[in-house]
Every structure is written in C-alpha cells, then in structure tokens.
C-alpha cells in the first residue's frame, strides 16, 4: 500500500470513528417523563374501565385540599385531550427534548383485564403519532402502578395468575405500538410499589392503625415479596415476547434506587441491610439469578409461602433487561437500630432546605451509576426520573413565569453528577427529567410540586406557566447539543 493510500485509509477511519462518537453522543435522550393516572384524567371517558387508583382516590386516602375533599386524578392534567396535549408537546419541543416518558393505561386498553378497548388503541396510537411528528421520541412504560380493579380485586401481584394477566397485557401493548417506539420499560418503581405503597394504602383504606409502620415491618414486607417474585416473572414473560418478535427497539424496566449511607459509621449493618433491601433485590434477580440472601432468610423465616425455586429465579434472569431505568432522587440516610424493623434507623434530613425527596446529594447519583456499571457487567442506563420539589418557598409567580431557583440548581448539578459518570465510561444514554409538568402526585395529591411548568388546577384551562426551571434546564440541553453534536 502506498503512503497516500495508508493515509487516506486512517484519515477515513478516524473520521468514521469520531463520526461514531459523535452520532452516539447526539443520540443521547433529553427529556421529561410522566405516567398515565398523574397526567391523562378522563377516568371513566374513551371506553377506560376503573383502575385501582381511581378506586384508591375515591375512598378519601389522598391529600386533601384545604377545606375541601380528597384529590384524585379524574382530571389530573386533562392530557386525555388532544387538544391540550399537543400543547404541551409544543413546550417539550421548546425545551429541546428529544424524548417524553409516558406511561399505558393498562383500564384505557384492556378495561376489564381481558377486551381489548379500540378507542384506547387509538388514543395511544394519535399520541404517539403527535410526539414523533414533533422530532420527540416515545419512551413507552407499560405499567406505571395502575391496573384494572378487577384484577386488583382478584388478588392483584399476590394472585400467581397476575404473570398472565400481564403477559396478556403486554402482549396488546407491544403489537400495538413495538414498531412505533424505540424504546419500552416494562415495570415503573416495583420495589417502591410493591413493597411500601400497595400495602400502605390497603391499610390507609381499611383504617389500620399505624399504617406506615406496618407498611415498613418484616412481616408485612415478607408477605409482599410473593407478589414482586410474581412481577419479576412477569418482566421475563413481557422482555423475553418483545425479543422474540423481531423489533428494533429496546426494553428495560424502571427502579427507584436510593443509595442506603450511614455518614457516620461505614461499616454500618444498616446501610448494608438497607442496601440489599431497596437496591439489590431486584437487580440482582434481573443479572445475577438470585435474590441477595440476607434479606431472603428474613422473608423465608417470616413467610411459608415465599419460596422461590430455581426454575423460578432462572426465568427472571432469562428476562434481563436490555437498559437499567434509574429513576434516582436522593441517597437513604441510615443508622443501625435494633428497635427497627430489619435494624436500621433513619437520620434526618440535614438539609437547611429540604426537599420533599430527601438530601440533595449529585455525588451519590455518580457513584450509583459507576457501581451499577461495576457491579452488573456494564448495563446500559437511562435516568428515568430525577428531580425536586422544595414547596411554596421555591416557586415564587413573578412576570409570567414560576421562579424555582432551587430546582433549577438541582437539576443543573445532578445533570453535571450523570455527564461525570458518563465521561468515566458509564454507558449512559440518556437523562429524563420528573417531571414536565406538576401533576397528581399519589398519596400526596397536588401538593408536592415537581414540574419544570406550573399547572393553575384551578383554572377551567388548566393554565400552564413555566418555571425558571424550565429555562435553565432548556439551556442545558441547548449547550449539551451545541458541544457535543456541533449543534447551531
């Protein structure tokens, strides 16, 4: 070979390499994300069955208005309107997103568990439509927390038919819209879900005395593990359909992971508890086939009927995901208590302004995704969820706009935590922020706000109103483009 040809062959394969680079780099997803019951309304409108949080609501569980009655999602953000949705991904454009997290209403689509509602389908088809007319990619979530009740009242994930009921499910979803969306996430938060906000709710509508703490003890969380084995199993059934139907895209599932730390003592037992509990559970089901065997003793020792075989753990495994959902918002301060249930005790908040979610700590949402990365063979890795709320003293009306200065420096330092782990080799491909607009924010209504847009819920209109946020995070996106994809 000549030395011109040698040159022109390495000057064309460097080129092609940084063209490489650069083409991932600008594939990165910036976005926002929801789910149905918190934005969409129209509970009993299109065909929609009763969810288990319509029912939920309308027992009274939720934050009250003041003077008033129970919130509850019938209206939420009215997104159920095309009219108004559009709208709002007129703003997501705006913003620079590439990207929108939504969740499916499983009672829009399939209202008793089994009949398939066509004007579901077709809701969800003129959405997804809308978004990708808009240059906005679907990140579709399959479940986000709410079922038909009747399933619910048939035992829900205690009942072992609930592995079919959301196969079944899953099946409708990925037929219906696998070729339309990139990218699905089988299961939102399970962990959180399962294990803390089912049963507290069940004891909170049954006016069980003590509802948090039962919510939190051994027992209650050993009986409760059969229900997330169930839904382990189920995200094997949904991943393991969706590989075998030939699509392009790829799905993962959604976890709420909180490093566990006790700041004053390292080799806390706690923190150690703590973490096997909330972060390793699932995890290391999904890559490893087995649950982290401390916290199965436990739950083996306090249920006779949690007994997962190996057959079991071996179909979860079959069902790993193709990327890991971060969905983080701060670290879990801990201690060692006996007097506690699974030994470890809570240290407050020593924040001088703290947030609803817990301390502001971007350095723990590094060095969570570099053990995850470490940890399980380097997953690929979304943040699903990550954000702030502070109250009423950080959302300040002034000139048309929402002033939340405190958010705005959240998210600007945790967006800096995930550029640091990535630059260290994390394969990171994207950042989703909770959430687009303040919206039904479960057990605690619409009080606690999240939004980068302010919703005026008592408007007819729904009024939106950005918030300094907004403006700050658009930026990031803006020069994040500019440096990385040579963006104008």
């Known amino acids: 070979m000549s030395k011109i040809k040698a040159f022109l062959s390495i000057s064309l394969l460097t080129f092609n390499v940084q063209a490489s680079i650069k083409d991932k780099q600008c594939d990165f997803l910036w976005g926002t994300a929801s789910s149905a019951y918190q934005v969409e309304g129209g509970w009993n409108v299109g065909g929609k069955g009763p969810s288990n949080w319509d029912y939920f609501t309308h027992q009274g569980i939720t934050q009250k208005i003041v003077g008033g009655e129970p919130q509850n999602g ?49 809701y969800y088809k003129q959405l997804i439509a809308d978004l990708k007319a808009a240059g ?50 089988t299961f939102n938060e399970p962990e959180g879900e399962i294990f803390t906000l089912n049963p507290l709710v069940a004891y909170l509508i049954n006016k069980t005395p003590s509802p948090y703490e039962k919510a939190l003890s051994v027992e209650s969380r050993a009986q409760q593990a ?25 799905i993962g599932i959604a976890l709420n992971l909180s490093p566990c730390v006790d700041p004053e003592n390292s080799n806390s037992l706690a923190a150690k508890t703590c973490n096997s509990l909330h972060n390793k559970w699932a995890l290391d089901a999904l890559y490893k086939g087995g649950y982290p065997i401390d916290i199965e003793t436990i739950y083996k020792n306090n249920s006779s009927d949690f007994d997962p075989t190996a057959e079991d753990m071996r179909k979860i495994k079959s069902g790993k995901p193709d990327f890991i959902g971060v969905n983080y918002y701060a670290p879990t301060l801990v201690k060692d208590d006996a007097s506690k249930p699974f030994g470890i005790g809570d240290r407050p908040n020593p924040d001088k302004d703290p947030s609803y979610n817990g301390p502001v700590r971007p350095e723990y949402l590094q060095s969570l995704l570099k053990d995850l990365s470490k940890n399980y063979s380097g997953p690929d890795i979304i943040i699903t969820e990550n954000g702030a709320g502070y109250g009423v ?55 606690n706000k999240f939004g980068l847009i302010g919703v005026d819920f008592k408007s007819p209109e729904l009024n939106r109103i950005p918030k300094s946020s907004y403006y700050r995070y658009q930026a990031i996106i803006k020069d994040y483009k500019k440096n990385a994809c040579n963006a104008n």
């Open 74 to 122: 019938d209206v939420a953000t009215n997104q159920i309107s095309r009219e108004v949705y559009l709208k709002d991904i007129g703003l997501m454009k705006e913003l620079g997103a590439n990207s929108y997290r939504f969740s499916i209403s499983w009672a829009r689509v399939l209202p008793d568990g089994k009949t398939v509602n066509k004007e579901g389908i077709k």
């Open 136 to 185: 906005i990619k679907p990140v579709i979530t399959i479940y986000h927390w709410d079922m038909p009740l009747n399933l619910y009242q048939a035992g829900g994930w205690h009942n072992p038919n609930s592995v079919a009921w959301y196969k079944d499910y899953a099946k409708v979803v990925i037929d219906n819209f696998g070729k339309d969306a990139p990218y699905f996430i």
């Open 226 to 250: 059969i229900a997330m084995h169930h839904l382990l199993l189920a995200n094997a059934e949904a991943v393991n359909y969706y590989h075998h139907s030939g699509l392009k895209g790829e």
């Open 393 to 447: 003293n950080d959302e300040k009306s002034e000139s048309g706009i929402i002033l939340d200065p405190m958010r705005a420096g959240y998210i600007e330092k945790h967006v800096d935590a995930v550029m640091k782990a990535k630059k260290d080799g994390v394969n990171i491909k994207g950042y989703l922020y909770w959430s687009l607009l303040d919206n039904f924010e479960w057990l605690w209504g619409y009080q």
